[in-house]
């Protein structure tokens, strides 16, 4: 595997712990709890990050169904059939709950365990290949850095904010981040 690979693939494995432990000693309100602003709630992070994070894996770079879908995930855990958080208003967002973690969880145990065996076969010619992204094209290395590395690692520091909130300890404290 290549050093870049390699390095996506530690650090995406940091932010799935950080994901995965970020619902620990919670109760549901706290979970879900909203503060003020443009602030989301945990489980918000948690369901936008597993989204983004199928939708590029799955859709983007293997122009397959998303896991989301073909698993039939929106029914089992009570979370919207559409969409993925980006370009949500406030009061969509605040409305996201996760009626089944279990269910969720698995989701993304699912969805990390596709995206590390897509990484597991993953050359440097597959980091230079290109994709389109909107209205632009970048390629998959450019991608996995910049929406998934930085931008999911933004989340896990929102999450830390709020549980820090709601006097719990951050996820993965002393381990890095």
């Known amino acids: ?3 870049a690979t390699d390095f996506m693939k530690t650090t995406l494995d940091f932010i799935h712990r950080g994901f995965r432990g970020a619902p620990e000693g919670l109760s549901d309100e706290q979970l879900h709890f909203v503060p003020e602003g443009q602030s ?3 489980a918000w992070c948690m ?7 199928d939708l590029f894996f799955q859709q983007l770079f ?5 896991e989301w879908d073909t698993g ?3 029914a089992k855990t009570g979370l919207p059939a559409q969409g993925f958080g980006t370009g949500q208003s ?5 409305a996201v ?5 279990p269910a969720f969880q698995e989701y993304q145990a699912k969805v990390a365990s596709l995206s590390s065996a897509f990484l597991d076969g993953l050359d440097d010619a597959g980091l230079t290949r290109e994709i389109k992204l909107r209205d632009k094209t970048e390629t998959i290395g450019e991608s996995i850095n910049l929406h998934l ?3 999911l690692n933004g989340h896990r520091g929102e999450i830390n904010l709020l549980r820090g909130m709601l006097g719990f300890d951050p996820v993965l404290l002393n381990q890095g981040g």
């Open 72 to 74: 039939g995930w929106a």
């Open 47 to 53: 369901w936008h990050g597993a989204r983004i994070e």
């Open 1 to 3: 595997m290549p050093a």
């Open 97 to 101: 709950r996760i009626t089944d973690l």
């Open 62 to 66: 293997q122009q397959k169904p998303a």
């Open 40 to 42: 989301h709630s945990i």
């Open 90 to 94: 406030n009061e969509e967002a605040r």
């Open 149 to 151: 590395v930085i931008h």
